[in-house]
């Protein structure tokens, strides 16, 4: 115990630094734990859009989704779902959703939104569409 109080006396920033981190660490865990939002793998969200007609909305703007996006996706921007401006995606309000952005990085907060909005069942895409086409999964050009 007399060397833990030594090394924290010569050392104080690395301890400190180490209990923000570790405060940071639990804080996204538990977070992660307790939201409505699921992150999910590309073959989860296969099976989702095979199995039960999952409906994909894609974040991106309109150049990057009409470059490529996954099959049958809805083209949302994320302030149209932040004014609750979800047109035709309101009729599936009981089917899954499935969020995409282009890294999986920004679609955690529009997929809140959804939820907020009445949606019962929302996943984000890990790694978004770059993690799609990395592994050579499908992606339909135009629209």
Known sequence: ??????????HP?????????????????FKGLTS???????GEATRLINKEEAVVVDLRQRDDFRKGHIAGAVNLLPAEIKA????????HKSKPIIVVDGSGMQA????????????????VLKDGVAGWSGEN????RGK
Do not use: H
């Open 1 to 10: 115990m007399q060397e833990i109080m030594q090394f924290v006396s010569r």
């Open 13 to 29: 920033i690395l301890c400190i630094a180490w209990v923000v981190l570790l405060g940071a660490v639990l804080f996204t865990t």
């Open 36 to 42: 409505k939002v699921k992150v999910i793998t590309r």
């Open 84 to 91: 609750n401006n979800v047109g035709e995606l309101d009729k």
């Open 108 to 123: 955690q907060e529009p997929a809140s939104a959804l939820v907020n909005a009445g949606f019962t069942q929302v996943y």
């Open 137 to 140: 999964l499908p992606l339909v």
